[in-house]
């Protein structure tokens, strides 16, 4: 392939631009080739710098395997006559480059702001290097400039040593040479003067190059490019000649090489992945615009709940020939087609292919349409954010934002600077955001997948399941919003959708059914005959032996794709036995998929270790990287260094992996998985006391080692120690601190101790992450771990009591909730307590409340913030408890005489007095600046913590508290508030509102129904604007609201604000037809108050 095409500037190798959309990519790469050899054509030479063998048939890595890596990127060569280009003059090799970077502003200008990553060999990174130096100095191609996220050059020469010009231009000639050129030859002479590379050497531009992500490669064999003149001082050798340093074949050596390639390359490209999200989506001009792209980039960066396409690339591409029994049904088709309502549930038994089914119409089957926008999210149950269903809604968002920038109005911009983070954490604010995106959606249909409904946290669950069929069954007509759900076939789905069911049955597609079962038992079937014939064919076996197999494998009735991958995985691994074993192997099939785990499980060499990784990779809050994973299962209590660690070439540690748990687990490029939802389920008790494991083994006839033998606690434990053990060694806290000391010494005032300049600091630690394998995760992990482990007995006290003391520079952690601005903190600018409390540790703040030194209201020295109020602000109920349990001890064993010098041990309703508050918190300082334990957790909606503290009896009860929960909807709180007696239903704040003005504003129909039931409301009290309750929600359409205020008889209709206006205008002004339909169906309202716009 490549000879018989034209020369074309750009060609794109991955993915086929005839059949996926362009958005759908999240990197660019391009690869820039050096000089041709003599005679050689241009575009031939093109692919040939990247392939072996030379020519049609031969392996382009770039094309045939770097995707399976890099999925989402799009893989460019860029072909040109580089013979004319450093043939001629310096004038022609700057237009060459002025021409390469306009085929890059072309092709990416619908996305330019998307990172680029650029690979040059030989000379083509000269011409790489030269392009971005023109990008600095030409404002129109100032976008190449700022998304350049990393360089990867093969074999270029980048110095010469002292002599660099002239040096670098007998290298250049030297390279001709090597490619057939010979002495007379224009192109020897230009090149060997040098002159066309000068930019290249000046000083400024060498120190500008290096503040780019830059890996370089040479080869061991290279008689043309010295190693001096390559490698910026930077690793990357590999055994290869000039030619062949970017060409890798089927041997071991090249092997080895390309893992080398693959992975730095694979580093460049996450790390651009994740600076693509601190950057805004396009390059404003003016203040306003500046300040726009800021909150876009703002809100993409946190509706970025979780690496959606991870979990999507987790389940393997569709055999040919499979996923037919769904795409040609009917339902589906008049689904697709826009015949039915929108919604298409799918079931299946667990195994049968339904998640390989969803990534098939992800990234084929619903790409056919242009004018669709297609967002996905798969659940997964094994990791935390890819449980919840305001996540999901989040990543659905984001990618529609990302594919579609003009449905990101500043409505929605406005509602998130209101609400912060919490409206991310609101399903249904976020639902709604999503249905009037999709009423603006004025072409095409937003089509939204969700596979595995059922590994979706359970109350979630119910609540996206009644949304859902809320949202279709009240469609009078078809709407542009369509989803479909994969599932398996739980009976609290299907009673969730029962009544959409009954009305309209065409929403689900059962794969469970005998129809579909039968066709999806033939698909499988054709699947296990073409792995049997390729098999028989690895293996050399006989005829017999392969009619042995179709027969042992058609005689199984419980046949599922997940089965036959494990029982092909298991035959392949016999490759080396003799032919009588491998028909032992045949005639020992497992049954079931549960006996295959438990097959290859029993078969690993080391148990210990094995249950050690399982353990780990069950508790983990992310993936972990197989690096991550060497240190963790390496590290014991003897070591106090990161250096004594012995951490093993990353190709030999997936092959231990692979080794201890055989195909329990998948690595997916350097990410370590469990192969399946069952997997997890296989090895999980699930009633975490042993209980489920013993009735397992009753009703076995044979003992099980692994089945039901794991719980989350002590994996929890295992890993939380690992984590914290790593935050201790001594040479991780020396550099953890020197890089923190040094990014503190650049802040000032409150930033120096909470912002820690945040970005700064993330990009150390990913700096210092890559020396030290597993330090980040701990950082932001160990407290978790340890707080959710099973046993207090086991937990590693001492090492969390030298973390929370501060005494190591290693403990900086994130703040919780709604922390605007600052992110990180250090222990050592805060107490020991403190830091427990935020951190949540119950057995650390027990210990410590237990010692009589300890001063339990000690507050932090910047935000002056108590520790119980810490506590209450993260959520953490266990150390919310220890404090109450405290102070009631106090109460009831300090003598009375005692208590008049010290009332409390553990002040309830200490105050924070700290006026910076407002400045730091988006939320829950924006009426006040002094903040109880009680106020934080009214505004968190923390029922449990507002009960304990009003049943002390040791709080203040403020109208702030009431206001704040009316506005955001909690209705038991408001209850309990009000049964003190120490607040009034109809109290006001400084702007003369009301709890109902508020929850009128913020459309809270049920307290609106329950505040006026008490007698004590006033229904048309006015604020100091004048306007009423029934003018909040008139304004801002909620019907429901309306209609509650209108049906207690009281609500005045023509009632005027400040600015003359009536909520009849304020509804005309918004568009609200239906609450302008309720008010005059009053027949009280004064119609022509309409016109009274201000």
């Known amino acids: 392939m490549g000879t018989d095409l034209e020369l074309q500037p750009l060609r794109q190798l991955y993915p086929n631009p005839e059949n996926t959309a362009e958005d759908e990519a999240t990197v660019d790469i391009v690869a820039v080739h050096g000089l041709n050899p003599r005679n050689k054509p241009d575009q031939e030479h093109a692919w040939d710098t990247w392939r072996t063998p030379a020519g049609p048939e031969g392996r382009l890595w770039l094309r045939d395997e770097l995707p399976k890596e890099l999925p989402y990127a799009r893989i460019f060569l860029y072909e040109y006559n580089s013979t004319a280009v450093y043939g001629k003059d310096r004038t022609t090799f700057i237009d060459k480059v002025n021409a390469f970077l306009e085929e890059l502003r072309i092709d990416r200008r619908k996305a330019p702001r998307r ?95 290096l503040q780019y992500p830059i890996v370089s490669f040479w080869g061991a064999f290279d008689t043309v490019v010295p190693r001096e003149s390559t490698s910026f001082g930077l690793p990357g050798k590999h055994v290869a000649s000039h030619g062949g340093v970017c060409k890798f074949g089927t041997s071991l050596q090249d092997r080895d090489n390309f893992k080398l390639v693959q992975a730095n390359i694979q580093d460049l490209y996450d790390s651009a992945i994740r600076n693509d999200q601190d950057q805004p989506e396009n390059s404003p001009k003016t203040e306003e615009e500046v300040e726009r792209a800021k909150q876009v980039a703002e809100l993409l960066r946190n509706l970025y709940k979780s690496v959606y396409s991870d979990a999507k690339y987790r389940n393997p591409q569709r055999v040919q020939g499979t996923c037919e029994w769904f795409t040609s049904h009917d339902r589906f088709q008049d689904w697709k087609d826009g015949k039915t309502c929108g919604l298409l549930w799918v079931s299946a038994d667990p195994g049968c292919g339904k998640s390989v089914l969803t990534r098939y119409l992800v990234d084929e089957v619903l790409q056919s349409s242009s004018h669709s926008t297609i967002c996905y999210f798969f659940f997964k149950d094994d990791f935390q954010d890819q449980k919840s269903a305001a996540g999901a809604l989040c990543c659905l968002l984001r990618q529609i934002f990302r594919k579609k920038p003009g449905l990101l109005n500043d409505a929605i911009l406005k509602q998130y600077d209101q609400d912060g983070d919490k409206l991310l954490e609101s399903f249904r604010k976020l639902w709604r955001i999503l249905v009037s995106v ?88 054709l699947v296990v005959e073409a792995r049997i014939t390729q098999l028989c064919e690895k293996l050399r076996l006989a005829r017999d032996a392969e009619k042995v197999m179709k027969m042992k494998m058609t005689q199984h009735t419980n046949r599922t794709y997940l089965w036959v991958y494990l029982v092909f995985g298991e035959l392949e691994n016999c490759v080396s036995h003799s032919p009588t074993q491998i028909k032992e192997h045949i005639g020992n099939i497992p049954e079931t998929v549960e006996d295959a785990y438990e097959k290859i499980l029993s078969r690993s060499p080391d148990n210990s270790k094995a249950r050690k990784l399982l353990h780990m990779v069950l508790a983990a809050k992310r993936p972990l990287r197989l690096k991550e994973m060497a240190a963790a299962m390496t590290m014991n209590r003897k070591h106090t260094s990161y250096s004594q660690l012995d951490i093993g070439p990353k190709d030999k540690l997936a092959t231990w992996v692979r080794d201890a748990c055989g195909l329990f687990v998948s690595i997916l490029g350097d990410k370590i998985y469990l192969l399946h939802q069952t997997a997890a389920e296989f090895l999980v008790d699930k009633f975490e006391d042993g209980e489920y494991r013993n009735n397992l083994l009753e009703e076995s006839n044979t003992r099980s080692e692994w089945k039901g033998s794991f719980s989350s606690g002590p994996s929890n434990l295992i890993l939380g120690s690992v984590c914290a053990q790593i935050l201790l060694l001594t040479d991780v806290v020396d550099d953890v601190g020197k890089h923190v000391d040094d990014i503190e010494n650049r802040s000032d005032d409150i930033e120096k101790h909470y912002d820690v300049h945040y970005r700064e600091t993330l990009r150390s630690l990913e700096l210092l992450d890559q020396k030290y394998p597993l330090l980040s995760y701990s950082i932001e992990h160990w407290a978790a771990h340890l707080r959710d482990a099973s046993s207090t007995k086991d937990l590693p006290l001492s090492d969390m009591l030298q973390l929370c003391s501060g005494s190591e520079s290693t403990c900086l952690f994130q703040v919780p909730r709604q922390w605007d601005s600052a992110r990180y903190v250090r222990a050592k600018d805060l107490t020991a307590l403190v830091t427990a409390s935020i951190l949540g540790l119950e057995a650390v703040t027990r210990h410590l409340l237990e010692q009589k030194s300890i001063d339990a209201n000690q507050r932090d020295p910047i935000l002056e913030l108590p520790p119980l109020s810490w506590a209450v602000r993260g959520g953490q109920k266990a150390v919310f408890d220890t404090f109450i349990e405290a102070e009631e001890r106090y109460q009831k064993t300090v003598h009375a005489l005692k208590r008049i010098f010290r009332r409390h041990y553990v002040d309830l309703d200490a105050w924070n007095k700290n006026t910076k508050l407002r400045s730091l918190w988006k939320k829950c300082a924006r009426r006040k600046d002094h903040s109880t334990s009680l106020e934080w957790a009214v505004c968190f909606g923390e029922m449990y913590m507002v009960e304990k503290l009003l049943a002390t ?95 207690t008889g009281k609500a005045d209709v023509n009632s005027r604000d400040r600015d003359k206006r009536t909520p009849l205008s304020y509804a005309a002004e918004g568009g609200h037809e239906r609450v302008m339909k309720q008010l005059l169906a009053t027949g009280k309202v004064h119609v022509n108050s309409v016109i009274d716009l201000g």
Not at 139 to 147: A, G, L, N, S, T
Not at 150 to 175: E, M
Not at 476 to 501: A, C
């Open 115 to 209: 990172p680029l990553l650029l690979l040059g060999h030989s000379l083509g990174g000269l011409l790489i290097k030269q392009s971005l130096i023109n990008a600095h100095n030409n404002e129109k191609y100032e976008d190449i400039k700022d998304v350049t996220q990393g360089l990867a050059f093969f074999a270029t020469p980048h110095d010469g040593g002292k002599q660099s010009l002239v040096n670098i231009g007998k290298i250049a000639a030297k390279i001709a040479l090597e490619l057939g050129f010979q002495r007379g030859d224009n192109i020897l002479e230009t090149l060997k003067s040098g002159s066309m590379f000068s930019d290249l050497m000046h000083e400024h531009w060498r120190h500008r190059l």
């Open 438 to 525: 999709s009423k603006r959606h004025r072409r095409g249909q937003i089509v939204c997948i969700l596979d595995a409904l059922d590994e979706c946290e359970e109350q979630d669950r119910h609540l996206l399941v009644e949304i859902l069929e809320d949202f279709y069954l009240t469609r009078r007509t078809n709407t542009n919003l369509k989803f479909l759900v994969t599932s398996r076939p739980y009976v609290s789905i299907e009673r969730g959708f029962h009544d959409i069911q009954t009305k309209l049955p065409v929403i689900r597609l059962q794969g469970e059914g005998q129809s579909e079962s039968e066709k999806i038992a033939r698909e499988i079937d």
């Open 953 to 1047: 009896r040791h709080v203040t009860v403020g109208k702030e508290m009431l206001q704040e929960a009316t506005m955001d909807g909690n209705k038991d709180i408001m209850r309990a508030l009000l049964a003190t007696g120490q607040v009034a239903v109809d109290c006001r704040d400084s702007q003369k509102r009301t709890p109902l003005s508020y929850a009128a504003e913020y459309g809270h129909e049920s307290i609106v129904r329950e505040l006026p039931a008490t007698g004590k409301a006033n229904i048309n009290s006015m604020d100091h604007e004048g306007q009423t309750p029934l003018h909040c929600a008139a304004e801002r359409g909620h019907e429901g609201v309306v209609q509650q205020l209108l049906a």
